[in-house]
């Protein structure tokens, strides 16, 4: 994606300057509990789930970010513990597992009542179409998926010779089961992929508010996602 690219430029020059791009972190055991700010989110796909949990300081994500210490903070899912990731510029908390009907992140705390929260994703989504065909970006083309839900599913087309469609990381669509790409739609990423081909991922993702416990800030999501190619 364009916006990758950008992001990974940008580390380059601050390794130079700064020592890597990392974000600032902090100890959870040094922060009360009205300082965090969380993030929880579950992805489902087919018959698997992946949970994870960023915690922050303050009121928003970003900044500095927090890694949960030695005092007793810990954070599960359906009872399952999440495990540290350090794989990018901070620290989240993940685990893999099947799929279940509704999720509960437990944060537990010493000397401090667990804090409870919930979310259930929203239906399935099995994507029908296209499945491996080639395509001309001259030509246009349906993407189908069941049409087992409402509102909208958040649509992202990507492959490394063209430009995101419908826009940057995807835009949301009608959640009806089908949604026409014109002729032309899918452009060129650069001048000369004008005449290239590449395998294009077809993601379609139904996002879900959960609800968080009364006492903490932050969010909680529940995405369920179908893809094809």
Same mark, same amino acid.
């Given at each position: 994606?364009?916006?990758?690219?950008?992001?990974?430029?940008?580390?380059?020059?601050?390794?130079?300057?700064?020592?890597?791009?990392?974000?600032?972190?902090?100890?959870?055991?040094?922060?009360?509990?009205?300082?965090?700010?969380?993030?929880?989110?579950?992805?489902?796909?087919?018959?698997?789930?992946?949970?994870?949990?960023?915690?922050?300081?303050?009121?928003?994500?970003?900044?500095?970010?927090?890694?949960?210490?030695?005092?007793?903070?810990?954070?599960?899912?359906?009872?399952?513990? %999440?495990?540290? &990731?350090?794989?990018?510029?901070?620290?989240?908390?993940?685990?893999?597992?099947?799929?279940?009907?509704?999720?509960?992140?437990?944060?537990?705390?010493?000397?401090?009542?667990?804090?409870?929260?919930?979310?259930?994703?929203?239906?399935?989504?099995?994507?029908?179409?296209?499945?491996? &065909?080639?395509?001309?970006?001259?030509?246009?083309?349906?993407?189908?998926?069941?049409?087992?839900?409402?509102?909208?599913?958040? %649509?992202?087309?990507?492959?490394?010779?063209?430009?995101?469609?419908?826009?940057?990381?995807?835009? &949301?669509?009608?959640?009806?089961?089908?949604?026409?790409?014109?002729?032309?739609?899918?452009?060129?990423?650069?001048?000369?992929?004008?005449?290239?081909?590449?395998?294009?991922?077809?993601? %379609?993702?139904?996002?879900?508010?959960?609800?968080?416990?009364?006492?903490?800030?932050?969010?909680?999501?529940?995405?369920?996602?179908?893809?094809?190619?």
């Amino acid at each position: 994606m364009k916006h990758t690219l950008g992001i990974a430029l940008g580390c380059v020059v601050a390794a130079t300057a700064a020592m890597g791009c990392s974000s600032p972190e902090e100890d959870s055991c040094n922060i009360k509990t009205a300082g965090i700010y969380v993030e929880y989110e579950v992805f489902e796909e087919g018959s698997n789930a992946h949970a994870r949990a960023t915690f922050w300081t303050g009121d928003k994500p970003g900044g500095t970010f927090l890694t949960l210490g030695n005092c007793g903070d810990a954070i599960t899912v359906n009872g399952q513990s %999440l495990a540290k &990731d350090s794989a990018y510029s901070h620290d989240s908390y993940e685990v893999k597992m099947p799929a279940a009907d509704s999720y509960e992140f437990v944060f537990s705390r010493a000397d401090e009542d667990p804090y409870s929260s919930t979310v259930s994703p929203r239906a399935p989504v099995v994507v029908t179409a296209p499945t491996g &065909d080639s395509i001309s970006r001259a030509d246009s083309f349906d993407v189908l998926w069941d049409a087992n839900d409402s509102g909208n599913i958040y %649509l992202l087309i990507d492959g490394d010779c063209i430009d995101d469609y419908p826009n940057i990381s995807g835009d &949301d669509v009608v959640d009806n089961g089908s949604h026409t790409v014109n002729a032309g739609a899918i452009e060129p990423r650069m001048q000369d992929d004008a005449t290239e081909s590449c395998t294009a991922e077809v993601v %379609l993702t139904r996002v879900n508010d959960g609800t968080l416990s009364s006492s903490l800030k932050g969010t909680i999501k529940g995405n369920s996602r179908g893809r094809t190619s």
